[in-house]
């Protein structure tokens, strides 16, 4: 049985059964012959650890986030992909950011923030 927010993605003898995945509800397999994986349709999320990094100019900048992921296709996830439940790598994250100086993280936000003022509508 595979609950409304999951999907079963059905492999036999080791090769995807056609049809897609199955779900919600009730779907039958055969012993010794089929295994299916369930696949979780739900948004998840984790947090990254704050990290304190040094960037290219030698200035330390502290980095904290959340990841969200949502599965919309359980067949590509399963088939496609070796694990899509892996956990992020704080050393891929820590990489991203000591290549960048101070003016990468600042000029981003105060340019959101100078379209924002320049798009309202003053009466």
């Not at 969200?68 to 070796?82: C, F, G, K, L």
Request: include cysteine; glycine fraction near 4%.
């Amino acid at each position: 049985v595979v609950q409304e927010y999951e999907r079963a993605v059905i492999f036999r003898l080791g090769r995807l059964l056609k049809g897609g995945a199955k779900g919600p509800g009730i779907f039958f397999v055969v012993p010794c012959l089929d295994s299916y994986r369930k696949v979780d349709l739900r948004t998840v999320s984790f947090d990254v650890p704050p990290q304190e990094i040094l960037s290219r100019d030698s200035v330390t900048v502290s980095v904290d986030a959340v990841v969200y992921y949502r599965v919309s296709d359980p067949i590509m996830a399963e088939t496609n992909v070796e694990d899509y439940r892996i956990e992020f790598n704080p050393a891929s994250f820590r990489y991203e950011f000591e290549e960048r100086t101070v003016v990468d993280f600042v000029l981003p936000q105060s340019l959101s923030a100078h379209q924002a003022l320049r798009n309202h509508k003053w009466m």
